[in-house]
Protein backbone atom coordinates (compact mmCIF):
# COMPACT_ATOMS: atom_id res chain seq x y z
CA UNK A 1 0.00 0.00 0.00
CA UNK A 2 1.23 3.72 -1.09
CA UNK A 3 2.27 5.27 2.36
CA UNK A 4 0.87 9.18 3.14
CA UNK A 5 4.60 10.39 2.72
CA UNK A 6 5.11 8.11 -1.08
CA UNK A 7 1.64 9.53 -1.58
CA UNK A 8 3.11 13.41 -0.87
CA UNK A 9 6.43 13.15 -2.51
CA UNK A 10 4.41 12.01 -5.55
CA UNK A 11 1.90 14.50 -5.40
CA UNK A 12 3.28 17.77 -3.43
CA UNK A 13 3.87 19.84 -6.41
CA UNK A 14 0.48 19.00 -7.85
CA UNK A 15 -1.15 19.98 -4.42
CA UNK A 16 0.35 23.40 -3.86
CA UNK A 17 -0.70 24.24 -7.77
CA UNK A 18 -4.12 23.34 -6.91
CA UNK A 19 -4.10 25.23 -3.69
CA UNK A 20 -2.70 28.08 -5.41
CA UNK A 21 -5.47 27.85 -8.02
CA UNK A 22 -7.62 28.37 -5.20
CA UNK A 23 -5.93 31.19 -2.87
CA UNK A 24 -5.93 33.45 -6.61
CA UNK A 25 -9.95 33.73 -6.30
CA UNK A 26 -10.32 36.98 -4.39
CA UNK A 27 -13.09 36.06 -2.26
CA UNK A 28 -13.57 38.26 -0.30
CA UNK A 29 -17.25 37.83 1.50
CA UNK A 30 -17.61 41.44 3.01
CA UNK A 31 -17.32 43.10 -0.41
CA UNK A 32 -19.99 43.04 -3.24
CA UNK A 33 -18.03 43.25 -5.45
CA UNK A 34 -16.50 40.38 -5.12
CA UNK A 35 -20.02 38.20 -5.17
CA UNK A 36 -19.46 36.71 -8.32
CA UNK A 37 -15.33 35.20 -6.97
CA UNK A 38 -17.25 33.66 -4.35
CA UNK A 39 -19.61 31.85 -6.34
CA UNK A 40 -15.90 30.97 -8.75
CA UNK A 41 -14.59 29.72 -5.25
CA UNK A 42 -17.74 27.37 -4.87
CA UNK A 43 -17.79 26.19 -7.84
CA UNK A 44 -13.69 25.14 -7.38
CA UNK A 45 -14.41 23.83 -4.08
CA UNK A 46 -17.25 21.37 -6.03
CA UNK A 47 -14.46 20.40 -8.58
CA UNK A 48 -11.65 19.57 -5.89
CA UNK A 49 -13.81 17.66 -3.79
CA UNK A 50 -15.25 15.69 -6.99
CA UNK A 51 -11.80 15.16 -8.16
CA UNK A 52 -10.34 13.98 -4.55
CA UNK A 53 -13.43 11.24 -4.53
CA UNK A 54 -16.26 12.55 -3.40
CA UNK A 55 -19.08 10.70 -4.74
CA UNK A 56 -21.07 13.78 -5.18
CA UNK A 57 -20.69 17.77 -4.32
CA UNK A 58 -23.25 20.51 -5.00
CA UNK A 59 -23.65 24.51 -4.82
CA UNK A 60 -26.07 25.76 -2.46
CA UNK A 61 -27.40 29.39 -2.50
CA UNK A 62 -27.96 30.90 0.91
CA UNK A 63 -29.59 34.71 1.81
CA UNK A 64 -25.93 35.27 1.11
CA UNK A 65 -23.08 33.73 -0.13
CA UNK A 66 -23.16 30.27 -1.51
CA UNK A 67 -21.85 27.31 0.41
CA UNK A 68 -20.17 24.02 -1.39
CA UNK A 69 -21.00 20.68 -0.26
CA UNK A 70 -19.62 17.19 -0.71
CA UNK A 71 -19.81 13.55 0.38
CA UNK A 72 -18.85 9.91 -0.03
CA UNK A 73 -20.73 7.39 1.99
CA UNK A 74 -19.28 4.10 2.41
CA UNK A 75 -22.15 2.59 4.22
CA UNK A 76 -24.83 3.93 6.77
CA UNK A 77 -23.60 1.52 9.36
CA UNK A 78 -20.44 3.09 9.65
CA UNK A 79 -19.50 6.79 11.23
CA UNK A 80 -19.53 9.98 9.69
CA UNK A 81 -17.29 12.89 9.87
CA UNK A 82 -18.50 16.33 9.17
CA UNK A 83 -15.60 18.41 7.51
CA UNK A 84 -16.38 22.13 8.02
CA UNK A 85 -13.89 25.10 6.27
CA UNK A 86 -14.83 28.56 4.85
CA UNK A 87 -13.82 29.64 1.56
CA UNK A 88 -14.54 33.60 2.06
CA UNK A 89 -11.16 35.21 3.28
CA UNK A 90 -10.55 39.02 4.57
CA UNK A 91 -9.84 42.37 2.84
CA UNK A 92 -6.24 42.65 1.79
CA UNK A 93 -5.81 46.42 2.90
CA UNK A 94 -3.35 48.06 3.44
CA UNK A 95 -2.31 46.75 0.46
CA UNK A 96 0.94 48.91 0.89
CA UNK A 97 1.79 46.27 3.58
CA UNK A 98 2.15 43.80 1.57
CA UNK A 99 5.61 42.62 0.60
CA UNK A 100 3.85 40.20 -2.71
CA UNK A 101 0.71 40.82 -4.29
CA UNK A 102 -1.91 39.36 -1.52
CA UNK A 103 -3.52 36.76 -4.41
CA UNK A 104 -0.44 35.57 -6.28
CA UNK A 105 0.93 32.95 -3.75
CA UNK A 106 5.00 32.90 -3.49
CA UNK A 107 6.70 30.20 -1.54
CA UNK A 108 9.68 31.92 0.53
CA UNK A 109 11.76 30.90 3.79
CA UNK A 110 9.65 27.87 3.43
CA UNK A 111 6.17 29.48 3.63
CA UNK A 112 3.18 29.69 1.26
CA UNK A 113 2.97 33.78 0.96
CA UNK A 114 -0.81 35.03 0.17
CA UNK A 115 -3.98 36.22 1.42
CA UNK A 116 -5.96 32.79 2.98
CA UNK A 117 -2.68 30.84 2.73
CA UNK A 118 -3.74 29.77 6.95
CA UNK A 119 -6.73 31.30 7.04
CA UNK A 120 -8.71 29.33 6.01
CA UNK A 121 -8.25 28.03 2.22
CA UNK A 122 -4.65 26.19 3.18
CA UNK A 123 -6.01 24.40 6.03
CA UNK A 124 -9.21 23.30 4.89
CA UNK A 125 -7.52 22.23 1.73
CA UNK A 126 -5.35 19.26 3.91
CA UNK A 127 -8.81 18.21 4.62
CA UNK A 128 -9.55 17.77 1.04
CA UNK A 129 -5.94 16.22 0.29
CA UNK A 130 -6.04 14.08 3.23
CA UNK A 131 -9.65 12.76 1.84
CA UNK A 132 -7.91 11.89 -1.40
CA UNK A 133 -4.93 10.00 -0.28
CA UNK A 134 -7.81 7.40 1.85
CA UNK A 135 -9.50 7.23 -1.19
CA UNK A 136 -7.25 6.58 -3.43
CA UNK A 137 -5.31 4.30 -1.04
CA UNK A 138 -8.69 2.46 0.02
CA UNK A 139 -8.02 3.86 3.42
CA UNK A 140 -11.24 5.74 4.46
CA UNK A 141 -12.49 4.08 7.18
CA UNK A 142 -15.93 5.91 7.79
CA UNK A 143 -18.09 8.16 5.64
CA UNK A 144 -17.20 12.43 4.89
CA UNK A 145 -19.35 14.72 4.31
CA UNK A 146 -17.90 19.10 3.20
CA UNK A 147 -19.48 21.76 3.95
CA UNK A 148 -17.48 24.92 2.92
CA UNK A 149 -19.13 28.28 3.70
CA UNK A 150 -18.46 31.54 1.67
CA UNK A 151 -19.38 34.07 5.24
CA UNK A 152 -17.35 32.51 8.28
CA UNK A 153 -15.35 36.15 7.99
CA UNK A 154 -18.71 38.07 8.40
CA UNK A 155 -19.85 36.26 10.69
CA UNK A 156 -21.68 32.99 8.94
CA UNK A 157 -25.36 35.06 9.16
CA UNK A 158 -26.67 32.45 6.62
CA UNK A 159 -25.87 29.23 7.63
CA UNK A 160 -27.40 28.58 10.64
CA UNK A 161 -30.42 28.18 8.45
CA UNK A 162 -28.64 26.13 6.07
CA UNK A 163 -28.26 24.08 9.23
CA UNK A 164 -31.70 23.83 10.01
CA UNK A 165 -32.68 23.46 6.56
CA UNK A 166 -30.19 20.70 5.53
CA UNK A 167 -30.17 19.27 9.23
CA UNK A 168 -30.53 15.40 7.92
CA UNK A 169 -28.13 15.62 4.83
CA UNK A 170 -25.36 17.35 7.67
CA UNK A 171 -26.00 14.41 9.96
CA UNK A 172 -22.96 13.12 11.52
CA UNK A 173 -20.91 12.07 14.44
CA UNK A 174 -18.23 14.63 15.10
CA UNK A 175 -17.75 17.82 12.96
CA UNK A 176 -13.62 18.49 12.22
CA UNK A 177 -12.25 21.64 12.07
CA UNK A 178 -8.64 23.49 11.43
CA UNK A 179 -9.06 26.82 11.25
CA UNK A 180 -7.48 27.45 14.81
CA UNK A 181 -3.92 27.60 15.83
CA UNK A 182 -0.94 25.35 17.39
CA UNK A 183 1.21 27.04 20.39
CA UNK A 184 4.07 26.22 18.12
CA UNK A 185 5.68 24.24 15.42
CA UNK A 186 6.75 21.58 17.69
CA UNK A 187 4.13 22.28 20.28
CA UNK A 188 0.92 20.71 18.92
CA UNK A 189 -2.05 21.81 20.47
CA UNK A 190 -6.18 21.78 20.22
CA UNK A 191 -8.27 24.26 20.86
CA UNK A 192 -10.99 23.18 23.24
CA UNK A 193 -12.56 26.14 23.73
CA UNK A 194 -13.84 29.37 22.42
CA UNK A 195 -15.44 32.33 24.43
CA UNK A 196 -18.54 33.88 23.59
CA UNK A 197 -19.78 37.37 23.20
CA UNK A 198 -21.83 40.25 24.71
CA UNK A 199 -21.52 43.32 23.29
CA UNK A 200 -23.51 46.64 24.39
CA UNK A 201 -23.57 50.43 23.77
CA UNK A 202 -24.66 52.57 26.78
CA UNK A 203 -26.05 56.20 26.73
CA UNK A 204 -26.21 58.43 29.92
CA UNK A 205 -27.76 61.86 29.75
CA UNK A 206 -27.55 64.60 31.94
CA UNK A 207 -28.85 68.32 31.29
CA UNK A 208 -30.69 68.99 28.10
CA UNK A 209 -27.66 70.62 26.57
CA UNK A 210 -23.85 71.50 26.90
CA UNK A 211 -23.38 73.76 29.37
CA UNK A 212 -20.47 75.98 30.39
CA UNK A 213 -18.34 74.20 32.85
CA UNK A 214 -17.71 77.64 34.48
CA UNK A 215 -21.15 78.68 35.16
CA UNK A 216 -23.00 75.16 35.62
CA UNK A 217 -19.83 73.21 37.27
CA UNK A 218 -20.38 71.40 40.42
CA UNK A 219 -24.54 72.03 40.37
CA UNK A 220 -25.14 70.10 37.45
CA UNK A 221 -23.74 66.56 37.25
CA UNK A 222 -21.29 65.86 34.67
CA UNK A 223 -22.83 62.42 32.19
CA UNK A 224 -18.86 61.63 31.46
CA UNK A 225 -18.05 62.15 35.17
CA UNK A 226 -21.28 59.64 36.20
CA UNK A 227 -20.49 56.92 33.69
CA UNK A 228 -16.98 56.63 34.50
CA UNK A 229 -18.10 56.24 38.21
CA UNK A 230 -20.52 53.42 36.95
CA UNK A 231 -18.40 51.56 34.93
CA UNK A 232 -15.62 51.69 37.64
CA UNK A 233 -17.98 49.98 39.91
CA UNK A 234 -18.64 47.28 37.80
CA UNK A 235 -15.92 45.26 38.88
CA UNK A 236 -14.23 45.05 42.56
CA UNK A 237 -10.19 45.43 43.80
CA UNK A 238 -10.15 41.94 43.34
CA UNK A 239 -11.18 41.99 39.69
CA UNK A 240 -14.39 40.48 40.17
CA UNK A 241 -17.26 41.64 37.70
CA UNK A 242 -19.97 42.69 40.71
CA UNK A 243 -23.19 42.22 38.00
CA UNK A 244 -25.35 39.75 40.06
CA UNK A 245 -26.06 36.96 38.86
CA UNK A 246 -23.12 36.90 36.26
CA UNK A 247 -21.54 33.98 37.64
CA UNK A 248 -23.90 31.50 38.08
CA UNK A 249 -23.71 29.67 35.38
CA UNK A 250 -19.75 29.76 35.17
CA UNK A 251 -18.48 26.52 34.35
CA UNK A 252 -15.40 25.83 36.73
CA UNK A 253 -12.68 23.83 34.56
CA UNK A 254 -11.45 20.74 36.03
CA UNK A 255 -8.33 21.02 37.82
CA UNK A 256 -7.14 17.80 35.71
CA UNK A 257 -7.64 20.15 32.47
CA UNK A 258 -6.44 23.43 34.16
CA UNK A 259 -3.07 20.98 35.01
CA UNK A 260 -2.75 20.11 30.87
CA UNK A 261 -3.64 23.87 30.41
CA UNK A 262 -0.52 24.90 32.71
CA UNK A 263 2.03 22.61 30.15
CA UNK A 264 1.54 25.15 27.93
CA UNK A 265 5.18 27.42 27.65
CA UNK A 266 4.83 30.99 29.17
CA UNK A 267 7.62 33.69 29.42
CA UNK A 268 5.74 36.53 31.46
CA UNK A 269 8.45 38.30 31.38
CA UNK A 270 8.43 38.50 27.41
CA UNK A 271 4.37 38.13 27.44
CA UNK A 272 4.92 41.93 29.01
CA UNK A 273 7.73 42.93 27.07
CA UNK A 274 6.20 42.63 23.94
CA UNK A 275 3.10 44.68 25.08
CA UNK A 276 4.95 47.58 26.71
CA UNK A 277 3.79 46.90 30.11
CA UNK A 278 5.35 46.68 33.59
CA UNK A 279 2.68 44.35 35.23
CA UNK A 280 -0.33 42.07 34.07
CA UNK A 281 -3.23 42.18 35.63
CA UNK A 282 -6.98 40.48 36.27
CA UNK A 283 -8.74 38.33 38.22
CA UNK A 284 -7.46 37.03 41.50
CA UNK A 285 -6.67 33.30 41.62
CA UNK A 286 -5.51 32.75 37.76
CA UNK A 287 -3.06 32.85 35.67
CA UNK A 288 -3.07 34.98 32.27
CA UNK A 289 -3.49 31.88 30.31
CA UNK A 290 -6.58 31.34 32.18
CA UNK A 291 -7.68 34.50 32.43
CA UNK A 292 -7.98 34.92 28.84
CA UNK A 293 -9.23 31.06 28.09
CA UNK A 294 -11.83 29.92 31.12
CA UNK A 295 -12.95 33.04 32.48
CA UNK A 296 -15.26 35.73 31.52
CA UNK A 297 -14.25 39.74 31.12
CA UNK A 298 -15.67 42.64 31.69
CA UNK A 299 -14.05 45.64 28.99
CA UNK A 300 -15.08 49.56 27.85
CA UNK A 301 -14.20 48.99 24.17
CA UNK A 302 -14.75 52.81 23.55
CA UNK A 303 -16.02 56.08 25.08
CA UNK A 304 -17.03 59.44 24.09
CA UNK A 305 -18.09 62.47 24.94
CA UNK A 306 -18.21 65.98 25.43
CA UNK A 307 -14.99 68.47 23.62
CA UNK A 308 -12.40 66.63 22.16
CA UNK A 309 -11.16 68.77 19.12
CA UNK A 310 -7.87 70.34 19.62
CA UNK A 311 -7.22 73.12 22.57
CA UNK A 312 -10.06 74.16 25.12
CA UNK A 313 -14.15 74.50 25.55
CA UNK A 314 -14.74 74.53 29.09
CA UNK A 315 -18.13 72.30 28.55
CA UNK A 316 -20.24 70.65 30.61
CA UNK A 317 -21.38 67.75 28.35
CA UNK A 318 -25.25 66.65 28.00
CA UNK A 319 -24.09 63.06 27.02
CA UNK A 320 -21.96 60.77 27.99
CA UNK A 321 -21.57 57.38 25.24
CA UNK A 322 -19.63 54.12 25.94
CA UNK A 323 -19.40 50.72 24.27
CA UNK A 324 -18.98 47.78 26.48
CA UNK A 325 -18.41 44.12 25.68
CA UNK A 326 -18.42 40.44 27.84
CA UNK A 327 -16.40 37.75 26.61
CA UNK A 328 -18.45 34.80 28.39
CA UNK A 329 -17.36 31.09 29.14
CA UNK A 330 -19.19 28.01 28.67
CA UNK A 331 -22.65 27.85 30.13
CA UNK A 332 -23.12 31.74 30.31
CA UNK A 333 -26.20 32.28 27.69
CA UNK A 334 -25.45 35.80 26.03
CA UNK A 335 -28.98 36.84 25.91
CA UNK A 336 -29.28 36.42 29.90
CA UNK A 337 -25.95 37.92 30.56
CA UNK A 338 -27.28 41.27 27.94
CA UNK A 339 -30.61 41.15 30.16
CA UNK A 340 -28.58 41.17 33.39
CA UNK A 341 -26.33 44.38 32.69
CA UNK A 342 -28.89 46.31 31.51
CA UNK A 343 -31.18 45.81 34.68
CA UNK A 344 -27.97 46.47 36.93
CA UNK A 345 -26.43 49.04 34.54
CA UNK A 346 -30.08 51.17 34.70
CA UNK A 347 -30.60 50.02 38.54
CA UNK A 348 -27.15 51.67 39.23
CA UNK A 349 -28.04 55.40 37.80
CA UNK A 350 -28.37 57.72 39.95
CA UNK A 351 -31.29 59.99 39.83
CA UNK A 352 -29.72 63.44 38.29
CA UNK A 353 -28.98 61.45 35.05
CA UNK A 354 -30.64 59.57 32.31
CA UNK A 355 -29.41 55.87 31.16
CA UNK A 356 -30.18 54.09 27.92
CA UNK A 357 -28.96 50.53 27.49
CA UNK A 358 -28.75 48.96 23.35
CA UNK A 359 -27.61 45.35 22.88
CA UNK A 360 -25.20 45.38 20.12
CA UNK A 361 -24.79 41.81 19.34
CA UNK A 362 -24.11 38.41 21.03
CA UNK A 363 -22.70 34.51 20.54
CA UNK A 364 -22.30 31.44 22.30
CA UNK A 365 -19.46 30.23 23.88
CA UNK A 366 -18.14 26.36 22.86
CA UNK A 367 -16.50 23.17 24.76
CA UNK A 368 -15.22 20.29 24.00
CA UNK A 369 -14.37 17.97 26.71
CA UNK A 370 -11.16 16.42 26.70
CA UNK A 371 -12.28 13.25 27.78
CA UNK A 372 -14.52 12.76 24.38
CA UNK A 373 -13.56 10.01 22.01
CA UNK A 374 -12.99 12.36 19.01
CA UNK A 375 -10.97 14.53 20.88
CA UNK A 376 -9.43 11.57 22.34
CA UNK A 377 -8.74 10.26 18.75
CA UNK A 378 -7.00 13.85 17.45
CA UNK A 379 -4.78 13.73 20.49
CA UNK A 380 -3.43 10.39 19.37
CA UNK A 381 -3.03 11.72 16.05
CA UNK A 382 -0.80 14.70 16.86
CA UNK A 383 1.04 12.32 19.21
CA UNK A 384 2.35 10.13 16.42
CA UNK A 385 3.45 13.27 13.81
CA UNK A 386 4.49 15.60 16.32
CA UNK A 387 6.10 13.20 18.90
CA UNK A 388 4.10 14.85 21.85
CA UNK A 389 0.98 15.06 23.12
CA UNK A 390 -0.74 18.05 22.29
CA UNK A 391 -1.62 20.65 25.01
CA UNK A 392 -5.73 21.68 25.63
CA UNK A 393 -6.19 25.42 25.31
CA UNK A 394 -8.88 27.25 25.36
CA UNK A 395 -9.23 30.53 22.92
CA UNK A 396 -9.83 33.81 24.55
CA UNK A 397 -11.65 34.97 20.76
CA UNK A 398 -14.67 33.37 19.43
CA UNK A 399 -16.00 31.20 16.49
CA UNK A 400 -19.99 31.74 16.84
CA UNK A 401 -20.95 29.43 14.32
CA UNK A 402 -18.56 26.49 16.26
CA UNK A 403 -21.45 26.69 18.61
CA UNK A 404 -24.37 26.93 16.52
CA UNK A 405 -23.51 24.01 15.07
CA UNK A 406 -24.09 22.47 18.31
CA UNK A 407 -27.39 24.03 18.70
CA UNK A 408 -28.60 23.81 15.42
CA UNK A 409 -26.81 19.80 14.75
CA UNK A 410 -26.71 18.96 17.95
CA UNK A 411 -22.77 17.42 16.84
CA UNK A 412 -19.17 18.29 18.82
CA UNK A 413 -17.14 20.39 17.10
CA UNK A 414 -13.17 19.10 17.04
CA UNK A 415 -11.02 21.96 16.64
CA UNK A 416 -7.61 20.70 15.31
CA UNK A 417 -5.96 23.62 13.70
CA UNK A 418 -2.13 24.14 12.51
CA UNK A 419 -1.80 27.39 12.17
CA UNK A 420 1.06 29.59 14.20
CA UNK A 421 0.96 32.57 15.58
CA UNK A 422 3.41 34.10 13.41
CA UNK A 423 0.55 33.27 10.35
CA UNK A 424 -0.53 37.10 10.46
CA UNK A 425 -4.21 35.80 9.50
CA UNK A 426 -6.15 38.97 8.66
CA UNK A 427 -3.26 41.31 8.02
CA UNK A 428 -1.11 41.88 5.73
CA UNK A 429 1.76 39.07 4.68
CA UNK A 430 -0.09 36.42 5.58
CA UNK A 431 1.70 33.32 5.23
CA UNK A 432 1.48 29.48 6.25
CA UNK A 433 4.63 27.21 6.73
CA UNK A 434 4.58 24.52 4.09
CA UNK A 435 6.10 22.03 7.33
CA UNK A 436 2.35 22.45 8.98
CA UNK A 437 0.93 22.47 5.81
CA UNK A 438 1.81 18.75 4.68
CA UNK A 439 1.99 17.67 8.61
CA UNK A 440 -1.61 18.40 8.61
CA UNK A 441 -2.02 16.28 5.75
CA UNK A 442 -0.22 13.95 7.39
CA UNK A 443 -2.28 14.04 10.77
CA UNK A 444 -5.56 14.37 9.21
CA UNK A 445 -5.67 10.61 8.39
CA UNK A 446 -4.41 9.30 11.68
CA UNK A 447 -7.83 11.17 13.50
CA UNK A 448 -9.93 9.11 11.20
CA UNK A 449 -8.12 5.89 11.57
CA UNK A 450 -8.20 6.41 15.49
CA UNK A 451 -11.62 7.50 15.89
CA UNK A 452 -13.52 4.84 13.80
CA UNK A 453 -11.13 1.93 15.66
Given at each position: MTTIEQY?????????????????????????????????????????LLAAGADRAEIYETAGHPVTYGEKIISPSLPTVLVYGHMDVMPVDPIDLWHTDPFEPVIKDGKIWARGADD?????????????????????PCNVKFMIE??????????????????????ADVILVSDTSMIARDIPSIT????????????????????????????????????????????????????????????????EERAKMAEAPFNLEAYQKSLGIRAVHGEEGYTTGERTGIRPTFD???????????????????????????????????????KLFKEHFESIAPDYVKVEVEYLHGGPSYVCPIDLPAYKAAEKAYHEVYGRTPIPVRSGGSIPIIASFEEILGIKSILMGFGLGSDAIHSPNENYPLEQFFNGIRTIPKFYKYFTE
Open positions: LEENKDRFLSELFELIRIPSISSQAEHKADMFRCAEKWKSLDKGQAFMHAKAFEYMVATNTLGEEEIGSPSLPDFCRTHKDMLATGLRGLAYWQVKVTGPNADLHSGIFGGAVANPINTLCQMIAGMMDDHGHITIPGFYDDVLQVTPVCGIWGGYTGEGAKTVLPSVAHAKISSRLVPNQKHERIA
